[in-house]
């Protein structure tokens, strides 16, 4: 009898951590906002308080249940201490709610609805607004902060950078960077991941759609968008859908309406990204140089990560352009003619494209290969505020010349997909049963880290697999151990691009069934291998033609 006994009914205990996850599995949704079932116990925000059988209080997320226990979740005295709760923390929170970049994704703002807060007893005593916009990527606003301390444990425990934590004591306590410097000069390599766990406005993703209108509204601009392969997995919940689903018609159908003139498929950029690749690891295979492992280069925040932490490793990270920058030189070199003004968007699942978009490496004279980056989020409001109804939309195709794309390039957006794409590519068995023994292979699982080895002629290949940048320091101080691999895919987000934080946040559970979308999108598309996608054949025989290194490599170690 592995049971507890939660406001009188029995609950069975099944491997729960904690009291929470046990509540919470009874069908109870008890309030929390330092409480993400990856980040370690906090126990700070005590909106969690459950009573025991004794009258006395627990925190439940830091509570192992036990068999025989006997809590109850909903007293008048626990709505009391939550609503006291929640009063001191309005008591010095900035409360424009209506002009909130969060507005409507708040957790203290539906806490408040949900325990219908209708004055605050004590005086305001909310800070000056203290605003750092200096990062591509993420804004802060200390004015918004609650102290949960998420961001923290986010950004230690899961990325392992460090970038902010606790300072002072106190009610001067804040979060901070090392000596409060602007986050864009701390170790911060602009993944997100902060916003995505903060509860409050006080770390937003940073939001560029108004210019992407003034682009479009402009008649001398020629404005061309592509579309990341995670986005289409999850727009479509905020819109009508579910995670999961692949939405890239009406994703296309819905951006078409807004006025861009041509609309294509990031996935096209990584068949280019697979050959470019495949290339550069058999090459460096063949000169056995000591630039191996080949490390990814398609997550820029994994390539911040190295630059600001491993730049002796710089040399082993590819050569090659993420396929949102090679597609865009591409495109950009095709309408450089245009009468019009070519202007480049990209709609990514990531903050950290918007920081990759703006480097110098990826300008030419000056002029950026993407003008703006918006995300999966600001896409869904540009979407709403057009009045589209998208779940009643029609689907349509990507344009044309650039609108031929395979699976191999849609499967880039979850964890592992790199690699099987490029091990597709390598593989000299073109069989359906072969791509099956790739997916089969140890590459495919929302998993953090994943190691597969391949037989390649006569030689075993080792390859590492993996997401969130805790679990990439830690393969390659194993490597500096003298571990050894030959490919190792890096995503800086656990989970890969569908995890990122421009996407609505969400579950893991949300996040795995995104995956499969993806892997869903990869059955259906009747071209599977990048070097079989026709449009590869004529851009390297044309506008490529002499220019492959010019428009589809980068040197980050110079
Ligand atoms: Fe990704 Fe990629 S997969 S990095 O996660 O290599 O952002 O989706 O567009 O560039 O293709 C992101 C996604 C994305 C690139 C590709
Ligand atoms: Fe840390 Fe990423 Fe947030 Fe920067 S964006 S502070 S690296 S979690």
């Given at each position: ?451 597969t080895k391949i037989m390649f002629g006569d030689r075993e290949l080792r390859i590492a697999i993996v ?92």
């Amino acid at each position: 009898n592995n049971y507890m006994i939660i406001d009188g009914m029995p609950v069975e205990i099944n491997g729960e951590k904690n009291l929470l996850e046990v509540i919470r599995k009874a069908g109870i949704k008890l309030p929390t906002f330092c409480y993400h079932s990856e980040l370690s116990i906090y126990g700070a925000c005590r909106m969690c308080m459950v009573e025991n059988e004794w009258g006395g209080l627990d925190a439940a997320c830091s509570t192992p249940p036990k068999p025989g226990m006997q809590i109850k979740t909903n007293t008048q005295r626990l709505r009391k201490y939550r609503k006291m709760i929640l009063e001191l923390l309005l008591a010095n929170h900035c409360r424009d709610c209506t002009t909130c970049n969060n507005n409507g994704k708040c957790k203290l703002q539906d806490l408040a609805i949900t325990f219908n807060i209708e004055g605050v007893r004590f005086p305001n005593t909310a800070a000056e607004p203290k605003i750092d916009d200096s990062s591509n990527c993420i804004t802060r606003d200390q004015n918004k902060c609650i102290l949960c301390g998420d961001c923290v444990r986010m950004c230690n425990e899961i990325q392992n950078v460090g970038a902010i934590d606790f300072a002072h004591r106190g009610s001067k306590m804040t979060i901070s960077t090392a000596f409060d410097q602007p986050i864009a000069s701390s170790p911060c390599v602009g993944c997100g991941q902060c916003a995505a766990a903060c509860p409050t406005g006080a770390i937003v993703v940073k939001n560029d759609k108004n210019k992407v209108w003034e682009a479009l509204d402009d008649k001398n601009a020629k404005v061309t968008v592509q579309i990341a392969p995670a986005v289409r997995v999850a727009i479509g919940k905020e819109l009508g859908h579910s995670n999961g689903e692949n939405t890239i018609g009406k994703i296309v159908a819905a951006l078409r309406r807004m006025g861009f003139d041509e609309i294509y498929d990031t996935s096209t950029g990584a068949d280019l990204t697979v050959l470019e690749e495949s290339n550069e690891f058999l090459k460096r295979l063949e000169a056995g140089d000591n630039k191996m492992p080949l490390f990814t280069s398609c997550c820029p925040a994994w390539v911040n990560f190295c630059e600001k932490n491993y730049p002796e490793l710089l040399p082993n990270v590819s050569t090659c352009r993420s396929p949102m920058q090679m597609f865009a030189s591409v495109i950009k070199e095709q309408n450089k003619t245009s009468s019009r003004k070519p202007v480049h968007v990209a709609v990514m699942p990531c903050t950290a494209k918007k920081q990759e978009a703006a480097r110098e490496e990826f300008k030419v004279n000056g002029d950026p290969n993407v003008d703006y980056v918006i995300t999966t989020q600001e896409l869904i409001q540009m979407i709403k505020e057009s009045g589209i109804v998208f779940a009643d939309l029609e689907p349509e195709a990507v344009d044309m010349p650039f609108g031929t794309m395979t699976g191999a390039g849609v499967i880039f957006g979850v964890t592992g997909g790199v690699t099987e794409a490029v091990l597709r590519r390598l593989s000299s068995d073109k069989s359906s049963t072969s791509l099956m023994s790739i997916a089969y292979q140890g590459v495919r699982g929302m998993e953090g880290v994943k190691e597969t080895k391949i037989m390649f002629g006569d030689r075993e290949l080792r390859i590492a697999i993996v997401s969130g940048l805790k679990n990439a320091g830690d393969l390659i101080e194993s490597i500096k151990a003298g571990e050894h691999y030959d490919f190792v895919e890096v995503m800086a987000c656990p989970g890969g691009c569908v995890s990122g934080a421009g996407q609505p946040f969400t579950s893991q559970e949300e996040k795995e069934k995104r995956g499969k979308g993806l892997y869903s999108a990869d059955k259906l598309s009747n071209i599977k291998r990048s070097e079989e996608n026709p449009l590869m054949m004529s851009l390297y025989n044309g506008l490529l033609k002499g220019r492959v290194h010019e428009l589809l490599h980068v040197h980050y170690a110079d």
